[in-house]
């Protein structure tokens, strides 16, 4: 264990050291034709306007744009795995920003591409750093994050459609770990660098209802996470208010100590 946790605060201070203390970063990426979305999805599709001049001198620009609510770097609102859980105009404010930990599970990824992350890999994570997971948004990060570029290394399959999902093939959460965070700690919100919570091999989404029950915000696709110290950094994840919505697009960012 003494060994791990040296492991924990060499990668800590590397990544720490990187980055200029007070430095905002951006942990979303970007909405535009090659965002991943669900293999079901059809994508974000933008639509530009009529821009340039106009006849009165001055220049003007209006563009259009169509998207699901789960896709690119997103909100999973409660609502969406829980009949009764908060829609994501519902969530309030302070769930959404606050300080964060980094979940850090690359080896483990890199060993197994359908990593679940345990309940042992939380305990170690706080063994090390001497603290609980309590009142802090929770960052998991498996390395996914520098896939996004190749669709099939990112999903595990380039093909869409229903058939696609039995495909699909990526780091989660274990739904063990997920209850043992509700039942035992009290976060704020989850995030992940991948497309979903859940493990891609998942059918029952079981995080994904453990989080969503307890109305724990879930935040997918999360860009950069390999430039954030394991404590330390402050988070904002403002999602679009949807009435109504089960999630939606989110511009989230963090600023290092």
């Known amino acids: 264990m003494r060994a791990v946790a040296a492991t924990f605060v060499a990668t800590a201070c590397a990544i720490a050291s990187a980055v200029e ?3 905002w970063i951006d942990l979303t990426h970007p909405f535009d034709a090659a965002t991943i979305y669900w293999p079901t999805e059809k994508g ?24 699901a609510e789960h896709g690119g770097t997103h909100l999973d609102a409660p609502r969406h795995f829980s009949a009764t859980g908060q829609t994501s105009d519902a969530i309030p404010v302070d769930r959404l920003v606050g300080d964060a930990v980094v979940i850090d599970v ?35 990060r498996t390395g996914w994050g520098a896939k996004w570029a190749d669709r099939t290394a990112y999903l595990g399959t380039a093909a869409t459609g229903p058939a696609a999902v039995a495909q699909l093939r990526f780091p ?10 509700v039942e035992h700690r009290r976060i704020k919100a989850i995030g992940i660098d991948t497309a979903s919570i859940d493990h891609g091999p998942s059918t029952l989404f079981g995080a994904h209802v453990v989080f969503c029950g307890a109305n724990v915000p879930i935040l997918e696709n999360v860009a950069s996470l390999d430039r954030l110290p394991d404590t330390g950094a402050f988070v904002a994840a403002l999602p679009m208010k949807i009435a109504g919505g089960s999630g939606g697009p989110l511009r989230i960012v963090a600023r290092v100590p």
């Open 21 to 23: 203390p007070g430095t």
């Open 44 to 67: 974000f599709q933008f639509e530009a306007g009529s821009n340039g001049p106009t006849a009165k001198g001055y220049y003007y620009a209006a563009n259009r744009f169509t998207t």
């Open 106 to 140: 690359t080896r483990q990824c890199e060993a197994d591409p359908a990593y679940e992350v345990s309940p042992d890999d939380l305990v170690a994570w706080e063994k090390a750093h001497a603290r609980q997971l309590v009142d802090v948004i929770v960052l998991v």
């Open 172 to 181: 989660g959460v274990s739904p063990l770990a997920a209850k043992w965070l």
